[in-house]
C-alpha cells in the first residue's frame, strides 16, 4: 500500500469514527430505578378527583353564572349541580360552608380531539400568553361590592385571589398551547413556608424571570414511568406531586395531609387509563414494515409493544437527544436553585412514602402508548406532526394552529398547521426563541419517506 492510500485510509477511518457512526463511546443514558407507590382504590380516586376539595378556596357558586355559563355536556357525568359545570372545575364546600368552584387537574390533564374530550390527554390547548390579573381584580371588586370583605363568600375566595395575584405576570409564555408547570410551581412554593406549608404574602425565593414552556405528557403513560415530568425529576411518591395543585389554597400541613391520604386513589385510578385507539382503518400490511423499522431503530429508548411489552425508562442526555436544553439546563444549570432547596427541606419529603426530586439532566424517552393523538411532540411541544418530527429537516421554523379540536392531521398524525416565515400573534410557535426550539431527535432523518410512513402507520397501532 502506497503513502497516500495509507493517509487516506486512516483520514477515512478517523472520520467514521469521530463521526459517531462507528464510535465506541456510548452515549450517556440513565437508567431509572423504579419507584414504589402507594396503594389505592381507583373508584375512590376518580369521585375526588371531579368532586374533591384538594383545591378548597375558589369562586362563589352563587356568583358563576355571571362568569361561567352552564356546561351541559357532563362529559363527566356528575350529578347534581355539579353535571352543569365545566369539567375543569370541582363544585365544593369551603371550611366555611360556601359553595365554590374550584379548578380541578384537569385544568392541565384533559382536551379535545376531533371534538372528544378525553379525560389523561395533556390540554395543549389552553392560552397563557394572557396575564390574568385583570379578571381576578374584576372577581375581587365583584365579590367585595355584592357581599363585604367581611362575608363568608369572600373569605373563601380569598386565598384563591392571592395565589392568582402571585402567578399574574409570572408564568405567561411565549405561545399558545404550551405548560408554564415548572415556573407555575417554583412561585407558588415561593409564598409557602417549606416546613409549616403556610402561605407567605412576599416571595422568599429568588426565581428566573423567564417561563420555559413544557407539553403536559398523557395520564395514561404514567402506570410505564418510573420517574414524572420530561426532565425525569419526579422521583418517590408520585402522589405527592400529583396533588401539586392543592399548593394553591392549603393552609398548613394538616390540610395537606388530608389531601395526601386520597391521592393515592387517584394515582390508582390514573393507572387504570387506556390510551384512546386510533379511530380510522389502519394499513396492516404497512403497519407491520413499521413495526420491523420501530423495533430495529426506535425500541431502545421507546421500548416494545404489545404481547411483551417492555419499556427501559431511560433518561437521554442532551448530547445525545439534542432537544432544546433549556427545561433541563433550569434546574442542573441553578436555575431553579432555591426552588430545588425549598423542596428539599419541606413537608413533601417527609414521612414514609416522600417524593422526591433527583436533577439529572437530560430528557426521558416516553412510552408512546396512544402517541398518535399526543400532538405537538417534542417536550416543549415545537414540532406539530409525528410526520415532521421523524424528518427534522422539514420542521416548521414558524407555524401556527387553528386551536379548533377538528382540525388534526389523522394521515401524518398531529395538529394540521400553517408554516409561516415570522411570528403573527400568540397563536405562532416560534422555534427561534430560547426554550422553545424544535431541534434534535434526528433520529429518523435517515429514512426514506415510504419508510417514514410505514412507521407512523405502525404508531396509529400503539
Not at 345 to 353: D, H, P
Not at 434 to 442: A, E, F, I, P
Request: charged share 25%; net charge negative.
Amino acid at each position: 500500500m502506497n503513502k497516500k492510500l495509507l493517509f487516506t485510509s486512516i483520514a477515512l477511518i478517523i472520520s467514521v469514527l469521530t463521526s459517531g457512526f462507528l464510535s465506541t463511546k456510548e452515549p450517556k443514558r440513565i437508567e431509572i430505578p423504579i419507584s414504589r407507590q402507594r396503594s389505592g382504590d381507583p373508584d375512590k380516586g376518580f369521585k375526588y378527583l371531579i368532586n374533591g376539595d384538594y383545591v378548597s378556596s375558589g369562586i362563589p357558586y352563587n356568583l358563576a353564572s355571571v362568569f361561567m355559563p352552564k356546561d351541559s355536556s357532563n362529559v363527566l357525568n356528575r350529578e347534581g349541580d355539579s353535571a352543569f359545570v365545566s369539567p375543569t372545575f370541582n363544585l365544593v364546600k369551603h371550611a366555611n360552608g360556601t359553595r365554590i368552584l374550584a379548578p380541578n387537574c384537569l385544568t392541565c390533564h384533559s382536551d379535545k380531539i376531533n371534538g372528544e374530550f378525553i379525560v389523561g390527554l395533556g390540554n395543549n390547548s389552553f392560552d397563557y400568553t394572557i396575564n390574568t390579573q385583570g379578571l381576578t381584580t374584576m372577581l375581587d371588586q365583584f365579590i367585595k361590592n355584592r357581599y363585604s370583605v367581611e362575608s363568608k363568600e369572600y373569605e373563601s375566595f380569598e386565598q384563591f385571589k392571592m395565589a392568582s395575584d402571585a402567578l399574574s405576570n409570572k408564568i405567561k409564555t411565549k405561545v399558545r398551547g404550551v405548560n408554564p408547570a415548572d415556573k407555575l410551581t417554583a412561585v407558588l412554593v415561593a409564598h409557602r413556608n417549606p416546613v409549616s406549608l403556610e402561605w407567605i404574602k412576599k416571595s422568599k425565593l429568588e426565581l428566573p424571570k423567564e417561563t420555559i414552556p413544557t407539553d403536559v405528557p398523557a395520564w395514561w403513560l404514567l402506570k410505564k414511568k418510573n420517574a414524572m415530568f420530561s426532565t425525569g425529576i419526579g422521583r418517590g411518591d408520585f402522589s405527592r406531586f400529583l396533588m401539586a395543585s392543592s399548593l394553591l389554597t392549603f393552609k398548613d400541613t394538616t390540610e395537606a395531609a388530608e389531601i395526601d391520604r386520597h391521592f393515592p386513589d387517584v394515582l390508582a385510578w390514573i393507572n387504570t387509563l387506556e390510551s384512546p385507539k386510533y379511530p380510522r382503518s389502519i394499513d396492516e400490511e404497512l403497519a407491520l414494515k413499521g413495526r420491523k423499522l420501530f423495533d430495529l431503530n426506535c425500541s431502545t429508548c421507546h421500548g416494545t409493544y404489545g404481547d411483551n411489552e417492555k419499556y427501559p425508562n431511560l433518561l437521554i442526555s442532551l448530547e445525545e437527544v439534542g432537544t432544546d436544553p433549556a427545561l433541563s439546563n433550569a434546574y442542573t444549570g441553578g436555575m431553579y436553585a432555591d426552588f430545588l432547596e425549598w423542596y428539599d427541606k419541606s413537608w413533601f419529603t417527609t414521612g414514609s412514602t416522600p417524593g422526591k426530586v433527583k436533577v439529572e439532566g437530560g430528557y426521558i424517552a416516553p412510552p408512546l402508548d396512544g402517541v398518535w393523538a399526543t400532538a405537538p411532540y417534542l417536550h416543549n411541544g415545537s414540532v406539530p406532526t409525528i410526520d415532521v418530527l421523524l424528518n427534522s429537516k422539514s420542521r416548521p421554523e414558524y407555524w401556527a394552529r387553528s386551536f379548533n379540536s377538528n382540525d388534526y392531521d389523522m394521515v401524518n398524525i398531529g395538529w394540521l398547521y400553517e408554516a409561516l416565515d415570522t411570528t403573527q400573534n400568540s397563536k405562532t410557535y416560534d422555534t427561534t426563541i430560547s426554550g422553545y426550539s424544535n431541534t434534535g431527535h434526528t433520529f429518523g432523518d435517515d429514512l426514506e419517506d415510504s419508510e417514514r410512513m410505514a412507521v407512523i402507520e405502525y404508531l396509529k397501532t400503539l
